[in-house]
């Protein structure tokens, strides 16, 4: 898992069924999550979404339910739609100067304040500084967690001090982590997320 190697090479190099190298590493996963669940941000934290292709990767011959939503895309192929429409995956990530962070999946398409409360309520400490851009969203959350917030165009600082440069650097590190699973199926994108959140 750390040299970002494929189920089935994984599964070789261990002498396992391929299934159970699968099974194992979203074992492992769940487990990480569960670690993150207990983050909590504090001092001055920047806080941004990026969004993730919506991905039903996975082996459906064998299901009776699953239905395709839409067309399935070519391997490095285009949205269907243009924008921040329901095929992208919202992720709502935060982090603070220590380097602490925290990132899930909250929605479809553009964030909302709800998006944001489902996400950071509780992990954000009262009286925080959250530095952000100027969407509308984060005004409202912030008056509902009591933290101070600082909303800033793409590129400027205030007071040589406020920024978004740590998460737009998160944001980088993050995809570039991601390029490396080949497409993760939306439905385990927050357990690769978390595991985003123990190596870096």
Not at 18 to 40: C, V
Not at 54 to 65: A, V
Not at 182 to 197: E, I, P
């Amino acid at each position: 898992m750390m040299q970002g190697l494929s189920i089935r090479k994984t599964a070789e190099i261990c002498g396992i069924h391929r299934n159970t190298a699968f099974y194992w590493r979203h074992k492992i996963l769940d487990a990480l999550q569960n670690m993150e669940n207990n983050a909590k941000l504090d001092g001055i934290v920047e806080v941004d979404e990026t969004f993730f292709t919506i991905s039903y990767k996975g082996n459906h011959k064998k299901s009776k339910t699953f239905v395709m939503p839409r067309k399935a895309h070519k391997r490095g192929g285009q949205t269907h739609k243009r924008g921040l429409s329901n095929e992208k995956a919202c992720v709502p990530c935060a982090v603070n100067r220590s380097g602490s962070s925290i990132a899930k999946v909250s929605n479809l398409g553009r964030v909302s304040t709800q998006a944001l409360c489902n996400v950071f309520n509780g992990k954000i400490t009262e009286n925080t500084t959250v530095v952000t851009d100027k969407a509308s969203a984060y005004i409202s959350f912030a008056d509902q967690n009591n933290l101070k917030l600082i909303q800033l165009k793409s590129g400027y600082s205030k007071d040589d001090i406020y920024n978004i440069q740590h998460i737009n650097n998160y944001h980088g590190q993050l995809k570039k982590f991601m390029r490396n699973f080949n497409g993760v199926s939306t439905k385990y994108l927050n357990n690769y997320l978390s595991f985003f959140y123990n190596v870096i």
